[in-house]
């Protein structure tokens, strides 16, 4: 079965502009959580969705947001980008959720801010 | 002091060594134990999980978890080329319905030479 497809992989933005990247998940997967992942700070958890419901959140400013659509796909949107938003972005499926379960993800979105 | 502690290495060993990863933990409320393998350019995957104090074994792999001393270890037996990946443990807690609180480790790098 298909894993998990993060769009696009790769991607350039100066400071000040949006982006916005998309996340399929798992056919049958109705919980998609997403990450930022730096070299200095490891994974930090963004926010996950379940169901179209944002059901838990990190500590990321206001411009980190998120949403869920009916088939479970999801995408985040980060607007007026800064220099140290360049990470590589992951997205994870699960079934119901990570609490303990497994998390399926995807091989990443990799942002550059110049 | 961070929630989970992990040496970012880099650790190199010869082909066929026994690899020992560590991660530390301050938050006694943590369930759940998980390691995740990277490779380069790719998404995490799950290695090992596992939520009691103890061992589990997996092929050349083996999770140990002692939570009174909030220590995880990941042996890898009989290192291989193929297992040159960064290693990263996690933990995860459940509170109230459905909230959970999942943290990584910043990740060891590991290369095996032939």
């Known amino acids: 079965k298909a894993g998990v497809t993060q769009t696009p992989r790769y991607l350039i933005k100066t400071r000040g502009q949006q982006v916005t990247l998309s996340c399929s998940p798992i056919?049958?997967?109705?919980?998609v959580s997403w990450y930022q992942q730096t070299p200095g700070q490891g994974l930090q958890f963004l926010f996950e969705?379940?169901?179209?419901?944002?059901?838990n959140k990190g500590n990321f400013p206001g411009r980190f947001s998120g949403r869920q659509f009916s088939n479970s796909r999801s995408e985040m949107n980060v607007s007026t980008l800064e220099l140290g938003d360049s990470a590589l972005y992951l997205c994870?499926?699960?079934?119901?959720?990570?609490?303990?379960?497994?998390?399926?993800f995807g091989e990443g979105s990799r942002l550059t801010v110049l | 002091q961070k929630e989970v502690e992990q040496d970012p290495g880099p650790l190199s060993v010869p082909e066929g060594a026994i690899v020992s990863l560590n991660c530390t933990y301050s938050?006694?409320?943590?369930?759940?134990f998980m390691w995740y393998r990277q490779y380069s350019r790719k998404g995490p995957e799950l290695l090992m999980y596992?939520?009691?104090?103890g061992n589990k074994e997996d092929g050349r792999f083996t999770a140990q978890v002692d939570k009174s001393s909030k220590y995880i270890s990941l042996f890898i037996r009989d290192s291989q080329p193929s297992d040159s990946a960064t290693y990263l443990c996690?933990?995860?807690?459940?509170?109230?319905?459905?909230?959970?609180?999942?943290?990584f480790g910043k990740g060891t790098l590991l290369t095996v030479n032939p």
């Open positions: 996690a933990m995860s807690l459940r509170w109230g319905g459905s909230n959970y609180k999942l943290t």
């Open positions: 938050n006694s409320a943590f369930q759940y």
């Open positions: 056919s049958g997967h109705r919980s």
């Open positions: 969705y379940f169901s179209e419901t944002q059901r």
């Open positions: 994870a499926s699960s079934l119901v959720g990570p609490s303990g379960g497994e998390l399926f």
């Open positions: 596992t939520y009691s104090s």
